[in-house]
């Protein structure tokens, strides 16, 4: 068993245990997207889905979590509305104070394509493209500014009834639709936008992880105070620099004993690349236990299907929204007439079909009871 992760762990191997923990997520999230798709599309073509909503599509909605987190300070309890999106932020939180921002670098389908992104720009440009110091201090500073204006706006602008009404708000209800409809019918803008980032991301390794995900800027505060740190051991280390040289974080590794930073992502690159093994480690529980990849990947895993069973068993995990209210939403949505009363023929010839689909249904459901 120690040879097959010896394998795994091999430096600069694709083939690491992050990468298959990563791949694993990564399908986990695209069959997730793919059940919401033919979900929405058959509530468009008026028929009631006969699966279930995928509850995780909610991993998307992080204004959701934050406002649901409040509403849950105040209140005590999970509101039915999006259940999951709090779950799996709070799931995430927790992650931060076990393996820093392991969450970042072992789950988040991103870091996946920022890693690929990463691997490209180095087999073009040979060498890490830097930004000067001030420079990339500047930006550092956008997803902390992006973070304190969502709490700033939730946690201190929004009283209690107002979190209340967004929460029941239609906005809020079928926020998952809207997101999936910002990527399936994606406008020229959107889509502008996110092949700058790709290619921001391609130039400068990590650009949205490290300049602009506030998700990562909140779970990177709380990382400070995780029982988990990559720890150096002066006395055994050379100062060969391979653990500066390959980390994505571009974190000053040979100047500290323990990595404090909230730009380490616990990837344990440093690990892999380091020749002398006793002088670099992630440590639990203040520096008394090490951990390999293969218990690092274990404790992500119990932490996030642990956290997932428990919402599951305590009824917080599938929403409170019924099929017929998505159903009235995507009918309601598509209504062919505008505010001056105009008709718009394409959506009226839908709107027909959706009839036709809804009365077929109807009549296939009532059958078993006419017999
Ligand atoms: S290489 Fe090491 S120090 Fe750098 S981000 Fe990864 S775990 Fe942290
Ligand atoms: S790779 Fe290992 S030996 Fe080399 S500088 Fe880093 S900790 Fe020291």
Redesign the pocket.
Known sequence: MEKIFQKFNRPGSLSSLRRVVQILFCVIVISIGIKFYLFVSQLEIGLMPDFERPPGVEAFLPISALVSLKHMLFTGKINGIHPSALVIFLIVCLTALVVKKGFCSWICPLSLFSDILAKWHAIVFKKKLKLPFWVDLLLRSIKYILAVFFIWNIYYKMPINSIEQFILSPYNQFADIKMLKFFTDISNTALIVILVLCFLSFSIPYFWCRYLCPYGAVIGVLSFLSIGKIK?NSSH????????KNCPGLIK??QKETIHSSECTACMT?VK????KQ??GFFVFWGKMRIGQPTMALILILIFFGGISLAKVSDNWQNKITKPEYLRYVIQKDMPWGQNGQIDPKKMEKMMEIMKNIQAQRAQRTQPFEK
Do not use: M
């Open positions: 150096r280390c050379i100062d060969c620099g391979k653990c500066e590794i040979r440093c690349n380091c020749p002398e002088s670099i």
